[in-house]
């Protein structure tokens, strides 16, 4: 029978086929690598907010406790919100006429909620409980960062499930005593933990991470 395909064809038709391969495990590759990056995250992204508010100004330099603004973090799921109201409380007497702060004086007239956007939501189908955390020593620097020296509010971590995860499959390295929760730049001691505290999370970690933990 006649040759089809001359040899030099045969060759380039090779080197397409190995191009194609080549090119779909590269983009392969890329898509993972992009999934998993953090720009796909949104960290370190800040958001549009109606008020300029700082932590770094008011956690970091007038030293105001998470609590006054965050009300319910160690009660409740929710970290919870400040009203107008609360920033009133200072605000009707600093910076009174300041038109940064014009918002903030209209929502409380008008007994509304000033809108803030959020960095940090989670998907609705995923369960995440403050309370559960903090109680149980678990730091807000450790999964928010240094928010006392935020000019602007930012997420510094992921927020994925695996991130969630590597967490939950072993707690003890990430837990201070329940004082420190609060505390910025915090050094871990590991003479801080009562020794059967490890033991305790070995046992743990299978419901901490069973899915119906955070998907129910
Ligand atoms: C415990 C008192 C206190 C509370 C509560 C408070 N602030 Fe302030 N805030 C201050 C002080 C004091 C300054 C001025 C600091 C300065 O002039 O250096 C300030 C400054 C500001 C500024 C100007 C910042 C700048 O320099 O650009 C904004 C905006 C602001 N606050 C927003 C808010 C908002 C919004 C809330 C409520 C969520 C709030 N503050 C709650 C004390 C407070
Ligand atoms: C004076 C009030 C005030 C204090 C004190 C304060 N915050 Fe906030 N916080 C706010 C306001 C207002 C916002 C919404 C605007 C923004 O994101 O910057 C906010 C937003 C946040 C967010 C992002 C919320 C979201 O939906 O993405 C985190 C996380 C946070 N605060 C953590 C902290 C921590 C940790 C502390 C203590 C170190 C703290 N805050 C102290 C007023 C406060
Ligand atoms: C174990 C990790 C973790 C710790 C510890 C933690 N947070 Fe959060 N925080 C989150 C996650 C996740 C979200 C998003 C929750 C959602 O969308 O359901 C969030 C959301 C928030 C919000 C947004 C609004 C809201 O009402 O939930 C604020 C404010 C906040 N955190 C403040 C704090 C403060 C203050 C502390 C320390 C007392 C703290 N967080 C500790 C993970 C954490
Ligand atoms: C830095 C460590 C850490 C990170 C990060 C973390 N957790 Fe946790 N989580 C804990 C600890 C510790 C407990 C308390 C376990 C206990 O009950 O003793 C807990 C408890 C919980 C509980 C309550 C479980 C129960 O049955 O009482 C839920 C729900 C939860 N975590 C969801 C999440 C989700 C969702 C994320 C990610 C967005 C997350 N956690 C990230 C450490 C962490
Ligand atoms: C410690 C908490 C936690 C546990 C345990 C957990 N998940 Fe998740 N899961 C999350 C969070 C948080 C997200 C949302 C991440 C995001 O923002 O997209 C998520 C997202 C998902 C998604 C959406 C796709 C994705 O990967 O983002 C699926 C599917 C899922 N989880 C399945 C499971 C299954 C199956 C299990 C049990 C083997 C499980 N999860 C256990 C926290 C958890």
């Known amino acids: 029978m006649a040759q089809l395909f001359t040899p030099a064809a045969t060759t380039l038709f090779r080197v397409v086929i190995v191009l194609i391969g080549a090119g779909i495990v590269a983009a392969g590759v890329m898509a993972?690598?992009?999934?998993?990056?953090?720009?796909?995250?949104?960290?370190?992204?800040?958001?549009?907010?109606?008020?300029?508010?700082?932590?770094?100004?008011?956690?970091?330099?007038?030293?105001?406790?998470?609590?006054?603004?965050?009300?319910?973090?160690?009660?409740?799921?929710?970290?919870?919100?400040?009203?107008?109201?609360?920033?009133?409380?200072?605000?009707?007497?600093?910076?009174?006429?300041?038109?940064?702060?014009?918002?903030?004086?209209?929502?409380?007239?008008?007994?509304?909620?000033?809108?803030?956007?959020s960095v940090h939501r989670l998907p609705d189908y995923a369960y995440f409980h403050h309370a559960a955390h903090i109680t149980k020593g678990v730091a807000c620097e450790t999964c928010h960062g240094r928010v006392d020296q935020m000019p602007k509010t930012v997420k510094t971590q992921t927020l994925s499930m695996g991130w969630c995860l590597n967490c939950h499959r072993d707690p003890v390295p990430n837990l201070r005593p329940r004082e420190a929760v609060f505390t910025m730049g915090y050094e871990a001691h590991g003479k801080d933990l009562p020794g059967d505290i490890r033991e305790l999370y070995r046992e743990a970690s299978r419901r901490l991470t069973s899915c119906n933990t955070c998907h129910r």
């Open 32 to 117: 993972y690598v992009w999934a998993r990056s953090d720009s796909t995250w949104n960290v370190g992204k800040s958001a549009p907010q109606p008020v300029p508010f700082r932590h770094d100004l008011h956690s970091g330099s007038l030293r105001i406790d998470c609590r006054y603004c965050h009300s319910t973090v160690e009660r409740a799921a929710d970290a919870g919100m400040p009203s107008a109201q609360t920033c009133m409380s200072c605000h009707s007497q600093v910076w009174v006429g300041a038109s940064v702060l014009e918002p903030v004086r209209s929502s409380f007239t008008l007994g509304q909620p000033i809108e803030w956007t």
